[in-house]
C-alpha cells in the first residue's frame, strides 16, 4: 500500500477552476492506477476520474467528461485532478485512491483522508 495526501481543495465561485494534487509515499507509486472519487453529504462516495498506471489511459464518470482532467507525474509521485466549469453539484470531499484501473472503489487499497471542494453559486 501507499500512503497519500491531498490538497488544493478550497472554496471557489461557479465556473471556476480548482486543481487537486495527491502526494504518495512509497516507491510503488508508478505500480498503481490512480482514481479520484468525491461523496456530497448524505450521498454515497462516487467515482470521478482515473488514470492508469503509466496515465496512458483515462477515465470519467460522465458528469466531469470535457470539464475534469486527470494526470499524474510518476517522478513527483503525484497525481492530479484539474477542475474547470466548476458546478455547485461538484461540491464534495474529494478523495484519491491507489489500486486497480476501475470505476468502482473496491478496486482501490489505498485512500488518502480527502479534500473539501465548495462551489457557490
Known amino acids: 500500500q501507499v500512503q497519500l495526501v491531498e490538497s488544493g481543495g478550497g472554496l471557489v465561485q461557479a465556473g471556476g477552476s480548482l486543481r487537486l494534487s495527491c502526494a504518495a509515499s512509497g516507491r510503488l507509486f508508478s505500480s498503481y492506477a490512480m482514481g479520484w472519487f468525491r461523496q456530497a453529504p448524505g450521498k454515497e462516495r462516487e467515482f470521478v476520474a482515473a488514470?492508469?498506471?503509466?496515465?496512458?489511459?483515462?477515465n470519467y464518470a460522465d458528469s466531469v467528461k470535457g470539464r475534469f482532467t486527470i494526470s499524474r507525474d510518476n517522478a513527483k509521485n503525484t497525481v492530479y485532478l484539474q477542475m474547470n466549469g466548476l458546478k455547485p453539484e461538484d461540491t464534495a470531499v474529494y478523495y484519491c485512491a491507489a489500486g486497480l484501473y476501475s470505476s468502482t472503489s473496491n478496486d482501490y487499497d489505498s485512500w488518502g483522508q480527502g479534500t473539501q471542494v465548495t462551489v457557490s453559486s
Open positions: 488514470c492508469s498506471w503509466s496515465g496512458g489511459s483515462t
